[in-house]
């Protein structure tokens, strides 16, 4: 072969590859040009989410068995956890060079730079992952009277499906100067889909009921009847998500009641008898329907009966019902309010800040012995060089690449959730304009979050405008499944029976019943992240009861009796609600009950809700068990001895063994005294035993001298960290002005510990804008209850000559429950305060013989919470907040009390 032939096809081959690497390159830069970018939105809550190790040998011998996690020694690297990159590869999306994927931690969207092919298969991935997100059913409803010519020519231009232009074109009528049309009922009303849920604002109208014995004796009780606005909705959104079925009851009375004289004899004696009767109008619309998404209904015309002057001209009411599809998105996380560390960023990494609870992070790096990078790098996160991360004042910041900071948000959201969580309620009730309220219920109907909607309330009062005032505010918290209740109420007394005995004398009956805000809810926390379902009642009384006299004529009476009755003004709204953490809610609008001159004025409340992950920095308990252990002095010999050791009695049934599920019906999963020692650093050489039983809290080891006096200090300090704790709880009760109180309720907002707040009230107490009203500390062992009770033994009248006694002051009952080792500690309590002295009144009667009797009856004025929680050892909580009652003074003012509790645990240390 000669030499030319070889350099020729050294020439050629040279050429291919040319040719062949210029391909590779065109068609790197064509792929590389296909790539695509497309924001996902409809993201799983739990992608980054991390699921615990199981036993899979257990797991494959039994697969219905429950198995526990297995627990890592101190430091023991786990497996990396799964960035948003790796949950893709994991379902077949392959990443070329170039592409990638970005998960946002605050807005929870996931962006994708991949080829077209990758970003349709990763949509498929979304769409089959089973996220669905749950959805509110929201009402808007209004009721116009007009005149009937004008009612009917809008009825009549009403579309099929929707009535949108006709209620438009009511409202704008009603809107003009000197207006013919005006609306004289409104409400919103939003639930779940199959939720039942009412609303209402009535005047509870106390309506005689007279019965006469077989000697002529006429005695009288009472019914309450509701006159105002009654609603009822349950719906159920089809399978289209765009089709409601609706069972609704409307109720509505267009006038108040009309009361008249009935006269009529008795037929024994022919004497005559007189006593009132109540007729009361009303409207009432029962039925079923179907309706779209989006769409107003009219749900009738009717003719106002009763209304004066209504039989003598053509006026009619009409409904309209606005009803909307509301999707409950899922939760964006916080931004921290506290700047993050200044923190060098290497090229190719990102920086982050994460609100973190406090001693989260710190007590577990405490527990691996680790600080807190080197805790990263060996829990699930790759070790990079140059990241960093630091801990001040509840933020972490950390630098590192993007995927391991997505792996670091998963494992501080995964270490939270195990955290117990409670959840803080709070209610502001505000009253004024009804175009105002009324325009943005309609901005609120379509929408999940209504933070926009509450900020133009808050503008609006800080500005003074649209006749805008604060009539109520409350706030309480508890933890999950756990139902909470907290009333700030008067308690009066009525007179609930009246009539004759056998002799003729006069028998008297008294009641009690409470007007105030009683707000009663239930949470139920999702495991996946901060959302809940949410059962939720809230009563309000705008109005003091009313007090009338009714006036009859009994058989053989000289002259006519006359007694009191009492009526009462409620608002009430009962629902079931899906809840995001630090979401804002508009949750009712109603008319003030029982006003008719006041005026086109609604009154709104506004609801939010926090979620509080509880956690505490350990505090130190005496040395450690490896510290005692150190202390043994050594033994030779190995000559081995038998000696008893006193325990608790739940040595082994107690806490070492709590991990273990079902541990009553299995006791074979239980750990036997060996198998305890041994996990904590005790040998047992050949012929070493230990076993529980013999005396009552005992047990017995054979082992070596030195082994033994280690057991010795082992059992003291399972002892230590085991016993039951001494908890003391101090609650203090402060009255502040409103606008602290409400700055300092937000400043709370997902913290659990609200000492800083606590010591601003304290201050403001010092400074003598607040007052200190109340104080009481409880010690109590766990799990026994504590109670508190300081205050005046108040004499009063239960009846026209019984009586008893009420402590008026403050009561406090806790439960506790914990253990020395525990951070936290779960707090069963019930607190009553009294906002106001008692307030007795005369109530005057007027017997058969014409006598004028005065009864003494006594009005209580207080504060009644029932909650459970979890507090943090060392801190404080602001338990609960309401308007108080019952001096004129602060409910004309712009004033609010609290209760602040903290929780200490009182442990022995050595």
């Excluded at 391909?23 to 830069?29: F, L, Q, R, S």
């Excluded at 106002?304 to 409950?328: C, E, H, S």
């Excluded at 325990?647 to 107690?654: A, L």
Aim: glycine share 6%.
């Amino acid at each position: 072969m000669s030499w030319r032939f070889l350099f020729y096809s050294c020439w050629v081959a040279l050429c291919l590859i040319g040719a062949a690497a210029q391909a590779a390159k065109t068609e790197v830069k064509s792929e590389a040009a296909e790539l695509k970018t497309r924001i996902f939105h409809k993201v799983p809550p739990d992608l980054l989410s991390i699921t615990e190790e199981v036993d899979q040998d257990a797991v494959a011998a039994d697969p219905f068995a429950t198995t526990p996690p297995r627990k890592r020694k101190p430091g023991e690297p786990v497996p990396l956890i799964k960035s948003a990159r790796d949950k893709l590869v994991e379902v077949g999306v392959t990443f070329p060079d170039g592409a990638s994927a970005s998960f946002d931690s605050y807005s929870g969207t996931l962006t994708v730079v991949n080829t077209q092919a990758n970003l349709d298969l990763c949509e498929a991935y979304f769409d089959s992952s089973g996220l669905h997100y749950p959805h509110h059913v929201s009402f808007v409803l209004t009721v116009v009277e007009g005149p009937g010519e004008i009612i009917r020519e809008a009825s009549a231009a009403v579309a099929q499906e929707d009535a949108a232009s006709a209620l438009a074109g009511l409202m704008q009528q009603a809107a003009t100067a000197e207006p013919q049309v005006r609306v004289v009922q409104d409400a919103y009303l939003e639930t779940k889909s199959g939720t039942r849920a009412t609303t209402r604002s009535v005047k509870e109208h106390a309506c005689p009921i007279f019965s006469m014995d077989d000697q002529g004796h006429l005695s009288s009780d009472h019914e309450m009847r509701s006159i105002g606005l009654n609603l009822e909705m349950e719906p159920s959104i089809g399978a289209d998500g765009k089709t409601i079925d609706l069972s609704y009851t409307l109720e509505l009375s267009p006038a108040p009641p009309q009361e008249r004289k009935m006269t009529s004899a008795d037929p024994t004696t022919g004497s005559p008898v007189e006593f009132p009767f109540v007729a009361v109008p009303m409207l009432r619309l029962v039925a079923e329907a179907t309706v779209q998404a989006g769409s107003t209904r009219l749900l009738g015309v009717v003719s106002p009966y009763g209304k004066a002057g209504a039989g003598r001209r053509d006026v009619q009411w009409a409904a309209f019902l606005t009803t909307n599809i509301v999707k409950v998105d899922k939760a964006s996380r916080v931004r921290p309010r506290l700047p993050e560390a200044e923190l060098q960023v290497p090229s190719g990494m990102r920086r982050l800040a994460l609100s973190v609870t406090p001693g989260l992070l710190e007590n577990e790096c405490l527990k691996s012995g680790q600080t807190l990078q080197p805790y990263f790098d060996t829990h699930g996160i790759l070790p990079v060089a140059g990241a960093a991360a630091v801990i001040h004042e509840e933020v972490l910041t950390v630098v590192n690449t993007q995927e391991n900071i997505e792996r670091i948000v998963a494992l501080v959201d995964y270490l939270t959730l195990k955290l117990p969580r409670t959840v803080a309620l709070t209610l502001h009730s505000v009253r004024g304009s009804g175009a105002f309220l009324r325009s943005l219920a309609a901005q609120a109907a379509a929408q999940y979050d209504h933070d926009a909607q509450w900020r133009q309330v808050q503008q609006a009062l800080d500005a003074g405008l649209h006749d805008l005032r604060r009539v109520g505010t409350s706030r309480m918290e508890t933890k999950s499944g756990a139902r909470a209740k907290l009333e700030a109420v008067q308690e009066y007394s009525f007179l609930s029976h009246y009539g004759q005995d056998k002799a003729g004398r006069m028998a008297a009956q008294f009641e009690t019943s409470r007007a105030g805000a009683i707000l009663e809810f239930e949470p139920t926390l999702n495991s996946w992240d901060d959302s809940m379902e949410l059962n939720l009642s809230h009563e309000f009384h705008p109005l003091p009861p009313e007090v009338a006299h009714v006036v009859m004529l009994s058989p053989g009476a000289k002259k006519r009796q006359s007694f009191p009755i009492m009526h009462a003004h409620a608002q009430q709204t009962v629902t079931g609600w899906h809840v995001k953490n630090g979401s804002t809610r508009l949750f009712a609008l109603l008319k003030p009950p029982g006003e008719e001159a006041a005026g086109d004025e609604l009154i709104a409340t506004f609801l939010h809700c926090d979620v509080m992950p509880q956690s505490a920095r350990i505090k130190p308990n005496g040395p450690t068990l490896e510290q005692m252990l150190a202390t043994v002095a050594k033994v030779e010999s190995q000559e081995q001895f038998v000696r008893s050791f006193r325990v608790s009695p739940d040595f082994i049934s107690g806490s070492e063994n709590e991990s273990v599920h079902d541990q009553i019906t299995d006791r074979s999963k239980h750990k036997s005294v060996q198998e305890i020692l041994v996990e904590h650093g005790i040998s047992f050489p050949q012929g070493a035993w230990a076993r529980s039983g013999g005396a009552a809290s005992q047990i017995t080891v054979r082992n070596t001298a030195e082994n033994l006096d280690k057991v010795q200090k082992c059992v003291e300090w399972i002892e230590r960290e085991t016993a039951l704790a001494r908890v003391v709880v101090t609650s203090q009760v402060v009255e502040a002005p409103g606008p602290l109180v409400q700055r300092l309720m937000a400043e709370t907002a997902g913290r659990c510990d609200h000492r800083r707040e606590m010591q601003q009230v304290l201050e403001a107490v010092h400074q003598g804008s607040a007052r200190h009203l109340g104080l009481s500390r409880i010690e109590t062992m766990a799990g026994a209850k504590g109670k508190a009770e300081q205050g005046v033994q108040h004499p009063y009248f239960t009846g026209a000559v019984e009586n008893d006694a009420r402590l008026v002051g403050s009561c406090t009952e806790v439960e506790a429950a914990g253990r020395a080792g525990d951070c936290v500690v779960s707090l069963v309590l019930n607190s009553e305060f009294h906002t106001a002295d008692p307030h007795e009144h005369k109530e005057e009667v007027i017997d058969t013989a014409g006598r004028r009797l005065e009864l003494t009856l006594t009005d209580f004025y207080l504060m009644q919470l029932s909650a459970e929680t979890v507090v943090p050892d060392g801190c404080a909580r602001m338990l609960a907040v309401w308007k108080p009652l019952g001096k004129q003074d602060a409910e004309n003012a712009d004033v609010l009390q609290v209760l602040f509790i903290t929780c200490d645990q009182v442990r022995g240390r050595e």
